[in-house]
């Protein structure tokens, strides 16, 4: 628990003007003494307390930052073992060349990729990837810096730092993921409002590559104990979308493939064997063709 006046006379003595003297010097390492347990610190600064004034208010200021925070040593540990792991990941996946350089810049970590729809987007969201790739790019000076700092009061200014960056730079990507395109996405109706064919198709083919995930945790979750009467009902209000816009497909001519029809199948996806029937049999006659033009 936080001693709430040690951190108010901390903040007091941290804000003198002027000169300190002497006893002002120590009474501030005893109250670092207090927090940091260095006992051969405060005895270093007792000795010639003018000579490592700065040094105490160095640390002191370390952790007041921390304290002002609400939090305990403990909670900033408990936030690093928790945040860091997170960023470290990110980090390893970055696809690398071999003399350690990023192969390419503009595929930034913990995402899928640009939308398909990437370029019809409003400005405000397509400007969340810049954005992204600005935090991204301190998010990884902030990490290569962590490494280099042991101490949990020394390592939290960097830490506050990073949580605001990463939790902001997954954020943004889920708001540009989750952005429905307006009037010509298909929308909740299917796509009655949409535009020219290829662009309802393109929507379509968007909308299930993001439900997919969504759908295949909630499935795999509750595959065990079956699914509660609300989950159940969240489960196929997605599935019917998914469903809706694998129809817009198919319904154009546009094919499916084998593997991901098979994993809308087993989500529970219903496709009419006629549309695969008779793909299948095109295939075969334009086989059947080039066989007899060979001939």
């Known amino acids: 628990m936080i001693d709430n006046e040690l951190t108010q006379h901390i903040g007091k003595w941290l804000t003198h003007v002027g000169p300190r003297t002497d006893q002002e010097i120590i009474e501030g390492a005893t109250m670092l003494l207090r927090l940091n347990r260095n006992r051969s610190l405060y005895q270093t600064v007792v000795t010639r307390p003018q000579r490592h004034e700065s040094k105490v208010v160095y640390e002191l200021k ?81 990490y290569n810096t962590l490494l280099t700092i042991d101490e949990p009061c020394s ?28 009037p010509n996405d298909g929308g909740e109706n299917g796509g009655e409002n949409g535009g020219d064919d290829a662009k309802k198709i393109t929507n379509a083919r968007s909308y299930i590559s993001k439900n997919i995930g969504p759908l295949q945790s909630i499935k795999s979750s509750y595959d065990a104990d079956g699914m509660d009467e609300k989950t159940l009902a969240d489960y196929n209000s997605k599935l019917a979308k998914v469903q809706e816009r694998v129809d817009v497909i198919l319904s154009a001519g546009e094919l499916i493939g084998d593997d991901l029809r098979q994993t809308l199948a087993d989500l529970g996806v219903v496709f009419n064997d006629k549309d695969k029937k008779d793909n299948d049999v095109e295939g075969e006659a334009d086989s059947d063709d080039t066989q007899t033009a060979g001939e």
């Open 155 to 182: 390592r939290y200014e960097y830490l506050k730092q990073l949580k605001d960056l990463w939790y902001g730079y997954k954020a943004d990507f889920k708001k540009y993921d989750d952005f429905v395109l307006e």
């Open 62 to 142: 370390k952790w007041y930052g921390i304290r002002a925070d609400g939090l305990t040593i403990d909670e900033v540990n408990k936030l690093d073992s928790t945040l860091t792991p997170q960023v470290k990941a990110a980090v390893d996946a970055e696809p690398k060349n071999d003399d350690g350089t990023v192969q390419n810049p503009d595929d930034l970590p913990a995402h899928s990729g640009k939308r398909a729809d990437h370029d019809s987007l409003p400005d405000d969201i397509k400007g969340i990837w810049p954005r992204n790739a600005e935090r991204w790019k301190k998010i990884k000076q902030l």
